[in-house]
């Protein structure tokens, strides 16, 4: 059984989009504490977020057709721990380190590592959703 996947990815997709402000040091360029890749995706629209772990999911060789859920979870051994439901039901943990690279695993496949289950806390429902006048 293959829990992760080691093929570090870039993810571009959202990362380059605010990734393009200037850096006036080389030094801080690379210190991985100026500015944490799992930040960076928290500050992108929920659009922004799916894509780029969408695009995180793809580059590892796994099958997602549309992230529709994505969220920020937890910190799990130095990295963020990120979840993501697909269109097709595939449920994803997406661990991001802190320059860029990211590991993803199944959800169904964390109990047995010993790592933190998924979480996806139930959407509103409609009537939920609606606004009383």
Same mark, same amino acid.
């Given at each position: 059984?293959?829990? $992760?996947? $080691?093929?570090?990815?870039?993810?571009?997709?959202?990362?380059?989009?605010?990734?393009?402000?200037q850096v006036h040091n080389r030094r801080e360029a690379t210190t =991985?504490?100026?500015? =944490?890749? #799992?930040?960076?995706?928290?500050?992108?629209?929920?659009?922004?977020?799916?894509?780029?772990?969408? %695009? !995180?999911?793809?580059?590892?060789?796994?099958?997602c057709d549309q992230v529709t859920r994505a969220r920020y979870q937890?910190?799990? *051994?130095?990295?963020?721990?990120?979840? !993501?439901?697909c269109h097709d039901g595939g449920r994803w943990a997406i661990y991001?380190?802190? %320059?860029? $690279?990211? %590991?993803?695993?199944?959800?169904?496949?964390?109990?047995? #590592?010993?790592?933190?289950?998924? %979480?996806?806390?139930?959407? =509103?429902? *409609? !009537?939920?959703?609606?606004?009383? !006048?």
């Amino acid at each position: 059984m293959r829990l $992760f996947v $080691f093929r570090p990815v870039v993810m571009l997709a959202g990362l380059a989009l605010i990734g393009c402000s200037q850096v006036h040091n080389r030094r801080e360029a690379t210190t =991985p504490e100026t500015k =944490p890749a #799992s930040d960076r995706i928290a500050r992108l629209s929920p659009v922004w977020q799916r894509a780029t772990l969408l %695009q !995180a999911i793809d580059d590892n060789g796994q099958n997602c057709d549309q992230v529709t859920r994505a969220r920020y979870q937890q910190q799990v *051994r130095g990295m963020a721990m990120w979840t !993501a439901q697909c269109h097709d039901g595939g449920r994803w943990a997406i661990y991001v380190g802190a %320059q860029a $690279f990211a %590991q993803v695993a199944r959800c169904s496949e964390l109990a047995a #590592s010993g790592l933190p289950a998924c %979480q996806f806390p139930e959407l =509103p429902r *409609r !009537a939920e959703l609606s606004v009383h !006048a």
